[in-house]
């Protein structure tokens, strides 16, 4: 494409010529400043003094996926904030859930958000779900120096595959590491501190082709076991009402599922193992 009279624009040559459709290739000539990975990497590790957020699950189900964060950001051995937002809608098809680093993931995930939208802008078309698999590894694999000095971002991506073949699950999870890698996971994933206990509940719980509503119960059960057992990972506190973020995205586009619905099933679970428990101990109703 030729490239238009600057002088009568007043844009630079970039903001006119067409380089690709990659928003974070347009920022890495006009601002690489920016772009969170070209910063100066400090020369000590800060993993303790940045505000760090877990635990990020997520489970297909016979509609699409859902995925679920806690409230909690750690600092160190402090509680940095309790209402953390870490679940966001990447476009109207999938979802993006934040571990690791909190300024650095959410930084990330805002460019990553005008990544895919300048994408569709320019292209006309949505980008496949595998190719927002590999933008977001990209995006990782730029934040490689500032992980090797405890500022690691690892989110989990999840969308719903339009192009799914009849018969196949919609409902598609990425996961990846500090380096980039890309990989996909068969019906639930987890990251983040907690990731072990979350894993651990999703393996009993988790079946194939579960409805929406029981697949909800199997996010919010997985969170609540997490913070069970890891300090970092923050349960429902009915008191703040905070309880955790859940996405689902179906044939209808990415929803957040409202308090009130995560409260009710936060609600049957605290109750239900509440009876458990007094049933063991012998002590009644």
Do not use: C
């Amino acid at each position: 494409m030729s490239q238009w009279p600057t002088e009568r624009t007043g844009f630079p040559a970039a903001y006119l010529d067409r380089v690709g459709s990659s928003f974070t290739d347009f920022l890495a000539t006009t601002s690489p400043d920016l772009l969170p990975g070209r910063r100066p990497v400090p020369q000590v590790p800060m993993g303790d003094i940045a505000p760090h957020g877990t635990t990020i699950v997520a489970v297909t189900y016979a509609g699409g996926v859902l995925m679920g964060g806690d409230r909690r950001a750690t600092m160190g051995n402090l509680i940095s904030s309790r209402d953390i937002e870490k679940v966001y809608p990447a476009d109207s098809w999938s979802v993006i859930g934040i571990a690791g680093a909190a300024g650095i993931a959410i930084e990330m995930v805002r460019l990553y958000q005008v990544e895919l939208e300048h994408y569709e802008k320019i292209e006309g078309m949505t980008l496949s779900l595998d190719g927002k698999a590999n933008r977001l590894a990209g995006m990782i694999r730029g934040n490689l120096g500032a992980a090797m000095q405890g500022l690691a971002v690892v989110p989990l991506f999840a969308g719903y595959d339009l192009d799914a073949a009849p018969g196949a699950t919609p409902g598609r999870i990425f996961s990846y590491d500090v380096t980039g890698g890309n990989y996909e996971e068969r019906g639930y994933a987890a990251v983040g501190s907690g990731s072990l206990f979350a894993k651990s509940s999703l393996k009993k719980t988790w079946r194939q082709d579960l409805s929406a509503d029981a697949a909800t119960r199997t996010v919010v059960e997985a969170l609540y076991d997490a913070a069970d057992d890891d300090s970092a990972t923050g349960g429902p506190d009915p008191v703040r009402r905070l309880y955790p973020i859940v996405y689902r995205v179906d044939a209808e586009g990415a929803v957040r599922l409202t308090d009130d619905e995560i409260a009710a099933v936060a609600d049957t679970i605290v109750t239900e193992r509440s009876a458990a428990d007094r049933e063991a101990t012998g002590r009644g109703a």
